[in-house]
């Protein structure tokens, strides 16, 4: 299971990354390109997708997420402009620890499975989407482990929406890209046309990468774990 992870998000990284490259130069292609997952609004209400396990055994692996995303709650919530997060768990155990403790679930995944499943990640993706696109949230964050190899992993937390542009050292105090600093763009057939194929798949993306990256995670973590418990 754990070489089988480990290859899929290893085959997986490159198109992701060249994916988001391109989207986010995209989003500060020009100053007139206009979308609403490109806008970029005061963060009043925030969504965090938390992706752990359906299963324990896995040593340390579910609580340094849960731990980090408690941690980022309270501080989005106790900051100088105290912000609404609700969560949307990712996996059983993740799924558990936040209706525990009574926290907000808009919307979830219970089941996470041993495999990456796209169709999970379509699904949720859509949802993501439709709620940033109708204001119902103006952040959308994943938190997840990202795999580096059998003995190392580490939490990470991703923006997904709103798409930002990647800054650069060229940018000016306004955030945007300064003149020069970017690519011109020719769009054919048009921007929107364009923009209903790549930004859904673009969020797809995203969330099946950080799912991948999850699974690949837990294997290794409970490989650890249980080869540990033997050699005791």
């Given at each position: 299971k754990?070489?089988?992870?480990?290859?899929?998000?290893?085959?997986?990284?490159?198109?992701?990354?060249?994916?988001?490259?391109?989207?986010?130069?995209?989003?500060?292609?020009?100053?007139?390109?206009?979308?609403?997952?490109?806008?970029?609004?005061?963060?009043?209400?925030?969504?965090?997708?938390?992706?752990?396990?359906?299963?324990?055994?896995?040593?340390?692996?579910?609580?340094n997420?849960?731990?980090?995303?408690?941690?980022?709650?309270?501080?989005?919530?106790?900051?100088?402009?105290?912000?609404?997060?609700?969560?949307?768990?990712?996996?059983?155990?993740?799924?558990?620890?936040?209706?525990?403790?009574?926290?907000?679930?808009?919307?979830?995944?219970?089941?996470?499975?041993?495999?990456?499943?796209?169709?999970?990640?379509?699904?949720?993706?859509?949802?993501?989407?439709?709620?940033?696109?109708?204001?119902?949230?103006?952040?959308?964050?994943?938190?997840?482990?990202?795999?580096?190899?059998?003995?190392?992993?580490?939490?990470?937390?991703?923006?997904?929406?709103?798409?930002?542009?990647?800054?650069?050292?060229?940018e000016?105090a306004s955030?945007?890209?300064?003149?020069?600093?970017?690519?011109?763009?020719?769009?054919?057939?048009?921007?929107?046309?364009?923009?209903?194929?790549?930004?859904?798949?673009?969020?797809?993306?995203?969330?099946?990468?950080?799912?991948?990256?999850?699974?690949?995670?837990?294997?290794?973590?409970?490989?650890?774990?249980?080869?540990?418990?033997?050699?005791?």
């Open positions: 754990l070489r089988r992870a480990q290859e899929r998000v290893l085959a997986a990284r490159p198109y992701s990354q060249a994916l988001r490259l391109m989207l986010e130069n995209l989003s500060g292609a020009s100053e007139d390109l206009r979308h609403p997952l490109f806008e970029v609004r005061p963060v009043r209400r925030r969504l965090l997708v938390v992706i752990a396990s359906d299963k324990g055994l896995c040593g340390s692996h579910n609580m997420v849960f731990r980090t995303a408690v941690r980022e709650i309270e501080e989005a919530r106790g900051g100088d402009e105290a912000t609404a997060v609700a969560v949307v768990p990712v996996g059983r155990r993740t799924f558990q620890f936040f209706q525990k403790r009574h926290f907000e679930m808009p919307i979830s995944l219970p089941e996470l499975g041993d495999q990456v499943d796209f169709l999970k990640a379509r699904r949720l993706s859509k949802e993501l989407v439709a709620m940033q696109l109708d204001g119902r949230v103006d952040r959308v964050d994943v938190l997840y482990t990202r795999f580096f190899s059998t003995m190392s992993r580490r939490v990470e937390l991703s923006e997904v929406l709103p798409i930002t542009p990647p800054r650069t050292e060229q000016g955030g945007r890209p300064a003149a020069g600093g970017g690519l011109d763009y020719i769009f054919e057939p048009d921007p929107d046309a364009i923009f209903r194929v790549l930004l859904p798949r673009y969020v797809e993306n995203r969330i099946l990468q950080a799912m991948a990256e999850s699974l690949a995670s837990e294997h290794s973590a409970r490989m650890v774990s249980m080869g540990a418990a033997t050699r005791n």
